[in-house]
């Protein structure tokens, strides 16, 4: 009789690595180009976030993970920008254990179900008729969260097939678009202007920006470390 062993070696902790690696790679740089645009498209959100980082962390400071509590408007511009450019617009499919009917819908035993992540962020019954503009402000005293808690706003799925990655990619995200904010003034090239930039969505397991984000940084402080 043969058993098996319950432990992870050197290969499977590769694999592991791996999949971190890959399922982080795409995500996290496809909300970061939709939150810097959708910044430059609104510089008032910008001059804000900017104002909001030079309080807080201080004109000659790096941002750093234990600042973010104390950054409430640089958490609603994440949180805006994921309910309206969520990583996977689709979330994984899900499997119907049993017959139910959930809100006069019969759903048939092992009916495939696939959750419009994307649709959800933009339901005017739910986010007014403004739903489709970008508009941070909305989570000022709101209590609605993106970790799976709120149907409304789940870019990471819910319950236990949950994206496990969920505090590393909203960390990594978080970081990188308030340490671009904060280290540098952002303008569009060629005088082009905001109404001019180019917003389409290219569809897929993730969803990027269809063209790449094309901007020009100018530095706002005389000294920094990214």
Same mark, same amino acid.
């Given at each position: 009789?043969?058993?098996?062993?319950? %432990?992870? &070696?050197?290969?499977?902790?590769?694999?592991?690595?791996?999949?971190?690696?890959?399922? *982080?790679?795409?995500?996290?740089?496809?909300?970061?180009?939709?939150?810097?645009?959708?910044?430059?498209?609104?510089?008032?959100?910008?001059?804000?976030?900017?104002?909001?980082?030079?309080?807080?962390?201080?004109? $000659?400071?790096?941002?750093?993970?234990? !600042?973010?509590?104390?950054?409430?408007?640089?958490?609603?511009? #994440?949180?805006?920008?994921?309910?309206?450019?969520? *990583?996977?617009?689709?979330? %994984?499919?899900?499997?119907?254990?049993?017959? =139910?009917?959930? !809100? %006069?819908?019969?759903?048939?035993? $092992?009916?495939?179900?696939?959750?419009?992540?994307? *649709?959800?962020?933009? !339901?005017?019954?739910?986010?007014?008729?403004?739903? !489709?503009? +970008?508009?941070?402000?909305? +989570?000022?005293?709101?209590?609605?969260?993106?970790?799976?808690? &709120?149907?409304?706003?789940?870019?990471?799925?819910? %319950?236990?097939?949950?994206?496990?990655?969920?505090?590393?990619?909203?960390?990594?995200?978080?970081?990188? =678009?308030?340490?671009?904010?904060?280290?540098? &003034?952002?303008?569009?090239?060629?005088?082009?202007?905001?109404? &001019?930039?180019?917003?389409?969505?290219?569809?897929?397991?993730?969803?990027?920006?269809?063209?790449?984000?094309?901007?020009?940084?100018?530095?706002?402080?005389?000294?920094?470390? #990214?």
């Amino acid at each position: 009789m043969t058993t098996l062993s319950s %432990g992870i &070696d050197r290969t499977n902790i590769k694999a592991i690595i791996l999949d971190m690696i890959g399922g *982080a790679l795409d995500s996290s740089s496809a909300t970061i180009e939709w939150a810097m645009s959708e910044l430059l498209k609104h510089p008032n959100v910008m001059k804000k976030l900017q104002n909001e980082l030079e309080n807080v962390v201080g004109v $000659n400071s790096n941002v750093k993970e234990n !600042d973010f509590e104390n950054l409430p408007y640089l958490n609603m511009v #994440i949180k805006e920008t994921l309910r309206l450019y969520p *990583a996977g617009p689709l979330l %994984g499919p899900r499997e119907c254990l049993k017959d =139910v009917t959930i !809100d %006069g819908y019969y759903i048939k035993k $092992n009916s495939r179900i696939i959750i419009n992540a994307w *649709a959800l962020g933009r !339901d005017p019954n739910v986010w007014t008729n403004n739903s !489709d503009m +970008f508009y941070p402000e909305r +989570f000022v005293n709101s209590n609605v969260d993106l970790r799976g808690h &709120d149907f409304q706003l789940i870019p990471f799925g819910s %319950g236990r097939r949950g994206c496990p990655g969920i505090q590393l990619g909203l960390n990594m995200v978080r970081l990188v =678009v308030a340490q671009l904010v904060h280290c540098f &003034d952002w303008e569009l090239p060629f005088g082009m202007s905001s109404n &001019d930039l180019d917003m389409t969505e290219k569809f897929g397991l993730s969803m990027p920006r269809c063209n790449d984000l094309l901007a020009v940084p100018t530095t706002r402080r005389q000294k920094f470390d #990214i």
